[in-house]
């Protein structure tokens, strides 16, 4: 038995400690966010925060996130629904094109704020390393630096 919190609950997962954290979330908590892509923790779309950092679910092991925090793109709004400050600049600035990697981005950006709070393009292109095959960069960018601005108007 493996107990994590997920998105803010409290779960016992009976599963191998070596089952990848991404077929955890998928197969056994029905939480559809992270994507499988590429496999080997290269693309981003299967990244959750595992105690605020971003990770890629795919490459980690369910027995590595014992007792951990784990938050999926799902987890990202808040309790009453409201969507995070990410979230929204998403919308405004119109980034996902068919969605499928968006979840990862979404995260991706999220731990980045939290560490730097009014990134440069410089800081986002090295922290935001996720595999867009839409091309939407620029919108991407764009969202990230209207999340920052969102946030310091508090």
């Not at 090295?126 to 108007?153: D, F, K």
């Amino acid at each position: 038995m493996i107990t994590l919190t997920v998105n803010g609950s409290v779960i016992d997962l009976a599963a191998p400690d070596d089952k990848p954290l991404l077929w955890a979330l998928r197969e056994d908590l029905g939480i559809l966010g992270a994507k499988y892509g590429c496999g080997v923790a290269q693309c981003g779309a299967c990244r959750v925060l595992v105690d605020g950092r971003s990770s890629p679910s795919c490459a980690i092991s369910l027995g590595e996130v014992a007792g951990a925090s784990v938050i999926t793109a799902e987890g990202l709004a808040g309790a009453d629904g409201a969507l995070s400050v990410v979230q929204r600049a998403w919308i405004d600035e119109q980034v996902p094109q068919c969605g499928f990697c968006q979840p990862g981005f979404l995260v991706a950006a999220t731990a980045l704020l939290a560490r730097v709070p009014s990134p440069t393009d410089a800081d986002i292109d090295e922290a935001i390393t996720n595999i867009c095959r839409c091309g939407t960069y620029p919108r991407i960018r764009r969202a990230i630096h209207r999340a920052s601005a969102m946030l310091a108007e508090g």
